[in-house]
């Protein structure tokens, strides 16, 4: 065999078992997997969210979210997204529930200020498989002066928010 055909034959296999383990991975997680739009600079990395205490039953977790930022930040309700990580790709878990409502409180978390909450995923996409997941929450943020946050609104425009991204949170379901 010339050195030609002996790497078209390696790149054919290489292509195979590619194939092959993503239809492995998409019958052992099932359900169909979408790679995730979302990019690393959409992340926020001033504003933490650490994900811990998955709880036994795999349907839910704490979720703590760090505002590091010397300004206040505000407006991020309960919706959430889950994707799952395959070798260095994110996938989109896509929900077995698509007829759920959500309600977008506006919450502050204050300069220096940590937020804990219980999440539950059950509804939206039952009992997860062991994986490597990252739960994404978009959140748009507004920079406030403290006069501003005790009530007085007056000047804030609400609908243009000073950044609109994600915060994410990396876990492990065994």
């Known amino acids: ?4 055909t002996k790497i078209a034959v390696s790149c054919v296999a290489a292509f195979a078992i590619a194939l092959l383990a993503f239809f492995y991975i998409r019958d052992r997680f099932k359900f169909d997997l979408t790679e995730s739009n979302i990019q690393p600079d959409d992340i926020s990395t001033d504003v933490l969210l650490s994900v811990y205490d998955i709880n036994s039953t795999k349907t839910g977790a704490t979720v703590q979210i760090s505002n590091t930022l010397d300004e206040y930040i505000t407006d991020f309700g309960v919706i959430f997204g889950l994707d799952l990580q395959i070798k260095d790709t994110w996938y989109i878990v896509p929900k077995i529930n698509c007829d759920l409502a959500y309600t977008m409180e506006g919450y502050t978390v204050f300069p220096g200020e940590t937020q804990t909450y219980e999440v539950s995923w059950l509804m939206d996409y039952g009992e997860l498989p062991a994986g490597h997941y990252r739960f994404v929450k978009p959140v748009s943020l ?3 002066p403290a006069d501003k946050i005790q009530g007085d609104d ?21």
Do not use: Q, T, V
Not at 1 to 4: F, I, N, V, W
Not at 163 to 169: D, I, P, Q, S, V
């Open 154 to 174: 007056d000047g804030i425009d609400w609908r243009r928010p000073d950044w609109e991204g994600y915060l994410a949170g990396e876990f492990d379901i065994d």
């Open 1 to 4: 065999m010339s050195k030609k």
């Open 142 to 144: 507004y920079r406030l």
